[in-house]
Nanobody, 114 residues
Framework: VQLVESGGGLVQSGGSLRISCAAS????????IQWVRQPPGMGPEWVST?????????YYTASVEGRFTVSRDSARNTVSLQMNNLKPEDTALYYC???????RGQGTQVTVSS
């Protein structure tokens, strides 16, 4: 049972990235999955949650509302986070997490240059 993130990288301010979280050993739906980020030298910050059989329930922290979109692909058993209009303050290690037991991936680094 594991979660594996991918898709991070370096992007200029205003750019876009899509990061994904692939689950193995269990079916994502309808489990609740969170995206959490940890900026350098700071504590973790909740970013987004998706839940529901069809991923119909989505929630975002205020600072990313309108810029980030979380989605689930049941066929691929993945959850993705589309990040648009990225800002330098979005720079962080992003990881997905199953809140029911704290299972999390190793994370993927997102760096936004100004």
């Amino acid at each position: 049972v594991q979660l594996v993130e991918s898709g991070g990288g370096l992007v200029q301010s205003g750019g876009s990235l899509r990061i994904s979280c692939a689950a193995s050993g269990f079916v994502l739906s309808p489990a609740s999955i969170q995206w959490v980020r940890q900026p350098p030298g700071m504590g973790p910050e909740w970013v987004s949650t998706i839940s529901g059989v069809s991923g119909e329930y989505t929630y975002y922290t205020a600072s990313v509302e309108g810029r980030f979109t979380v989605s689930r692909d049941s066929a691929r058993n993945t959850v993705s986070l589309q990040m648009n209009n990225l800002k330098p303050e979005d720079t962080a290690l992003y990881y997905c997490q199953r809140p029911s037991d704290g299972l999390r991936g190793q994370g993927t680094q997102v760096t936004v240059s100004s």
